[in-house]
């Protein structure tokens, strides 16, 4: 009895990974729930567009009944509030691999997008889409995504944080060791933004 309650709690073993195989499922460590603690300054328009979102929660929150969240028209989330609020233990993100394509699924809203991985880069023209439209290639072991044509209607996170139809994301994924996979994103909207907006590490663990 001792004996194996001894083994259960030794140091974990080291597993080996590959690590330019980002699949499995993935809960969030980090607990900001926005991209950085503190955004770049706004344009008159994105100053606009903030004062006029009401989030139910956070620092400006009001009840949710005046509030005018895009969740409680049960319109998607967008993709940069699916990585920010639902990558939970309740709501976590599947990324699935293949040959020119890697999938991304988000049990909130059971919602995915996909990242094009053969070459091709991003359109000139495209109809908007509340996750965009996204391409991947690696650098070394880090995988980049480029994405673009989102859909203005959804928020950045549920403190009410506004974007355009211009909006860019990159993303930056790569794995740490074989439970551990980080992100860093860096968003340009010059419409909303005087600068880029640059996240903080966010940490997921695989489940």
Same mark, same amino acid.
Request: include cysteine; glycine fraction near 8%.
């Given at each position: ?35 950085? =603690? ?58 699935? =691999? ?31 889409? %509340? ?11 880090? %995988?980049?995504? !480029? ?20 909006? !860019? ?39």
């Amino acid at each position: 009895g001792r004996q194996g309650r001894r083994a259960e709690t030794g140091p974990a073993v080291s597993v080996p990974h590959d690590p330019r195989d980002l699949s499995g499922v993935w809960t969030r460590t980090s607990p900001l729930l926005t991209l950085s =603690q503190t955004p770049p300054p706004f344009t008159p328009l994105g100053k606009k567009l903030f004062d006029a979102n009401k989030p139910s929660y956070g620092p400006r929150a009001v009840p949710p009944a005046v509030g005018n969240d895009p969740m409680g028209n049960c319109d998607p989330l967008g993709l940069v509030r699916n990585l920010l609020l639902e990558l939970v233990a309740v709501y976590p993100m599947e990324i699935v =691999q293949t040959r020119d394509r890697v999938f991304q699924f988000f049990e909130w809203g059971h919602s995915y997008r996909q990242v094009w991985t053969d070459g091709r880069p991003l359109p000139k023209d495209a109809d908007l889409t %509340f996750n965009g439209i996204s391409t991947g290639r690696w650098e070394g072991d880090t %995988f980049v995504v !480029t994405s673009g044509f989102f859909d203005d209607r959804s928020w950045l996170d549920h403190f009410g944080m506004p974007h355009s139809t211009e909006m !860019t994301l990159e993303e930056r994924y790569r794995r740490l060791d074989r439970d551990t996979l980080e992100l860093n994103m860096t968003l340009r909207d010059p419409k909303i933004f005087t600068a880029p907006w640059v996240s903080e590490r966010k940490v997921m663990k695989l489940a």
